[in-house]
């Protein structure tokens, strides 16, 4: 069965949509830790990241530079912190979280509540960046 990031992909489950490529994707976590966390994930659908072939890697990480530039750029933080988790959903996928200290890429703590209108803000805004150039 197709995971729900396939499902994702192929627009049958909605999301806030950040970035596509031919081979990659990227759009808002729905239980963000920050404003403008985002998830981006290889369209070819591996649960484990480091099960990746070393192309589809190095491409996956170099999509996400370009996403957490454009992250960067309209979210006021510090940084973009990186994690990978890959308990919950079984679809390799990289967290890109705008961060201002430690405290902001805890995943045990409390998500954020944000409302559809807020999401859909973030999400358009960082996309407007993403395809700037
Ligand atoms: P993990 O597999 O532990 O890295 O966590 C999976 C992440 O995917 C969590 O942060 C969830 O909030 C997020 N997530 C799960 N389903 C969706 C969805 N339909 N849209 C956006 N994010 C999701």
Redesign the pocket.
Known sequence: MAS??S??IEGD????KIAESEDYFA???????TKG?T?VIPKLETDYLFDLDNDNYSGLMLFAKRVAIAIKKTIECERIGV?????????A?I?LVPINGIYDID?SKP?LALSETEFMEIATSIAAVFNER
Do not use: R, S
């Open positions: 729900v990031f499902k994702i489950i909605p999301c806030y759009f808002l976590d729905i239980n963000p830790l966390h998830l994690a990978v988790i890959g308990l919950e959903v079984p679809h996928h967290h995943f998500k």
